[in-house]
């Protein structure tokens, strides 16, 4: 069986989730602490969810918002250590939930360890100096990665989310994946890609998925706009996508706005019906599943509305998201009983600009699912043998 048959994912930034200082001037401000255990008061709410998988975000030791790494054989110490990281994860796998973790190795924090002649090039990334590319031309390059990730996947890591694969040549993945597989065959690698031939890609570097950048923003472009040609047309282009490799969904992660920003509650509400129902492997950003709002800005600490601290505990929750919740929950139960919905095709019902109907179809007779938007009512339902077996907002 592998990884991606059954697999849900919730998508946490971790040193956001905890409240972790995230840009600290000096030493003394790095809030050095213990701080796993918030996120496992959450893994029994992530369980009841129905995710089967916790995304995490950077967890090495970085200088700021953990995507300049300074060492990737340590923790971050605003999370805790080495050892709470582990415990983390037989915490995670007593409740059945796996883990992957994101690998930053498309650049290093400027200064670091990694900033060495052997390891990066002249450039620095998207024109940040405190950036430095790694040279992924480099057989130095390709052990470090190599390691990097054995190491961890030796302490329980189930995969990796590969941060900026699109700046990266897919040639470097060939090298690194198969010695990784050769020890751990069930590793799972999904690379983080805005653009490109994502199924190009996949076949070129031997990754397991990419991230659907596509559908997510034909989902709330459509919604937003009122224009579900748009989703119709980019539904028709995942199934081609469908057919190489299994990608990534999702409607919200760490980069991007809100979904219940940019499309308002009832909006969010049918962007997840149709990240819950169409095939691939789907990711839900935290906080989503409560109609969490933030934006992302481009200045210095322009992140930090898309990754915010959650409460020390799930009772704490605003009850302002429980409508979202259970709905979510709901979809997520849908999903769990049809694992099939993975490797479905799409095939439109009916469409116009304001609603969309479209059945997912398995390999068998019996496996078929519709769903039912409309964005001028804020409705969504999903029917299976004529049966409204999900309907929102009579959730």
């Known amino acids: 069986m592998s990884f991606s048959d059954h697999a849900i994912l ?25 701080r796993w255990g918030h996120l496992v008061a959450f893994l029994d709410y992530a369980q009841q969810l129905g995710t089967n998988v916790i995304q995490l975000g950077p967890i090495f030791q970085s200088a700021s918002h953990g995507y300049d790494t300074l060492d990737f054989f340590a923790i971050d110490d605003r999370l805790g250590d080495e050892a709470d990281f582990v415990e983390f ?18 650049h290093v924090a400027a200064g670091s360890q990694y900033d060495t002649a052997p390891l990066v090039s002249d450039t620095v990334f998207e024109g940040h100096g405190s950036l430095r590319e790694l040279d992924h031309s480099r057989a130095e390059v390709v052990d470090l990665v190599v390691e990097v990730m054995s190491y961890w996947c030796e302490r329980g890591v ?32 999904v690379g983080e890609m805005i653009h490109g031939d994502y199924a190009d890609y996949v076949q070129r570097s031997g990754l397991d998925s990419v991230t659907q950048y596509e559908l997510w923003k034909a989902v709330w472009s459509s919604i937003k ?31 991007v706005n809100r979904i ?30 409560q109609g969490f709002t933030g934006t992302k800005f481009e200045r210095v600490g322009g992140d930090d509305e ?28 849908v999903r769990r009983r049809h694992p099939w919905l993975v490797d479905a095709r799409v095939e439109t019902l009916e469409v116009t600009n304001e609603q969309l109907g479209y059945a997912v179809i398995g390999a068998e007779d019996s496996q078929r699912v519709e769903v039912w938007l409309d964005v001028a009512a804020g409705s969504a339902r999903v029917v299976e043998s004529g049966q409204v077996v999900a309907e929102y907002p009579h959730c």
């Open 10 to 34: 919730w998508h946490v930034y971790p040193l956001g989730f905890v409240g972790a200082p995230i840009r600290p001037e000096s030493p003394e401000d790095r809030g050095v602490g213990h």
């Open 89 to 106: 994860i037989a915490e995670c796998e007593s409740r059945g939930l796996k883990v992957i973790v994101d690998g930053v190795f498309n």
């Open 158 to 189: 189930a995969g990796w989310r590969l941060d900026a694969a699109y700046a990266m040549p897919p040639e470097f993945w060939a090298q690194v994946v198969p010695r990784v597989r050769e020890r751990f065959p069930q590793a799972w690698f």
């Open 225 to 255: 706009d009122r224009n579900f040609f748009e989703l119709e047309w980019s539904l028709r282009r995942h199934n081609e996508f469908c057919a190489v490799f299994r990608p990534m969904t999702f409607v919200g992660n760490h980069d």
């Open 260 to 289: 219940a920003t940019t499309v308002g509650a009832d909006g969010a509400a049918l962007a997840h019906a149709v990240l819950l129902t169409v095939p691939g492997v789907p990711e839900l950003y935290y906080g989503d599943e």
């Open 306 to 333: 898309v990754r915010p601290s959650f409460p020390q505990s799930p009772s704490q929750f605003s009850p302002l998201g429980e409508k979202m919740h259970r709905w979510v929950q709901l979809l997520i139960s």
